[in-house]
């Protein structure tokens, strides 16, 4: 389903395909974050210090499996969202279950308290993210887009940001408030300030969550996302030997 967005900061209506949210990463890799890309082929992967997930230009192409297999090497762990199967020769070493929503009605907002976090901030990004868990953080993560921040005292205690990129939508992530300033608001002020910047290019944000994460769920929801879809998050260990999966 496609939602017309009423692009708030200027823009004009737009409708953007919501196909590409059917395969997010290979989407943003080959697209608005092609110059991240570590591709070979039919596959791609973000670099392993920034988002550790790959992807398939389409799981059920064998040759796609190959091309990943080619890229990551031999006996190598990965993630992938969007597969069901696995090609002989591979393992799968972990299975999670998400959410993906999309802005429908959110009310994007600027929020003058909060600071853009770089590079400098990521220590102090890396210990909130270690006392939160609001999903997968590293080292360079921060480049893959905005990311706010909200301090008290010169801590760092809330934060939201941007990571997928794609043609048309942009990924809401991390968003996370540390547990003794929780109750105040804060998350849902950092995610309607990061949607306004996303708004204003014309974008319009979704983001991914844990299916266990119920509180987070309804919160999102309450502020103006849509279900869309419930996604599988495989980790995978490549074959051990070069020779490449056997088709599926």
């Excluded at 853009?116 to 939160?132: M, N």
């Excluded at 014309?202 to 849509?226: C, D, K, M």
Aim: hydrophobic fraction near 40%.
């Amino acid at each position: 389903m496609a939602y017309p967005i009423d692009v708030r900061g200027g823009g004009a209506a737009i409708t953007p395909n919501p196909r590409h949210l059917d395969n997010a990463v290979w989407a943003a890799l080959t697209g608005p974050h092609i110059h991240f890309a570590e591709r070979l082929g039919r596959a791609a992967r973000y670099p392993a210090d920034m988002y550790g997930f790959a992807a398939l230009a389409d799981p059920a192409d064998p040759a796609a499996w190959a091309d990943l297999h080619a890229l990551a090497g031999p006996s190598t762990t990965v993630r992938v969202k969007g597969v069901d199967r696995v090609p002989s020769g591979w393992e799968v070493v972990g299975d999670g279950r998400g959410v993906q929503l999309v802005d429908v009605l959110l009310r994007p907002e600027h929020a003058p308290e909060a600071v853009r976090l770089g590079l400098g901030d990521v220590p102090e990004i890396l210990e909130l993210v270690a006392r939160t868990r609001p999903g997968p953080f590293l080292a360079r993560t921060v480049e893959l887009g905005t990311y706010l921040g909200i301090r008290q005292q010169g801590r760092l205690i809330a934060m939201a940001g941007e990571r997928l990129r794609l043609p048309g939508w942009t990924e809401i992530s991390a968003v996370c408030t540390d547990p003794a300033h929780r109750g105040r608001g804060l998350a849902t002020r950092l995610v309607r300030a990061v949607a306004a910047g996303i708004r204003e290019r014309g974008e319009t944000p979704f983001l991914h969550a844990s299916a266990a994460n119920e509180t987070a769920i309804r919160l999102y929801q309450s502020i103006g996302f849509s279900l869309r879809t419930r996604t599988r998050i495989l980790q995978v260990r490549t074959p051990g030997t070069d020779g490449g999966p056997r088709p599926l």
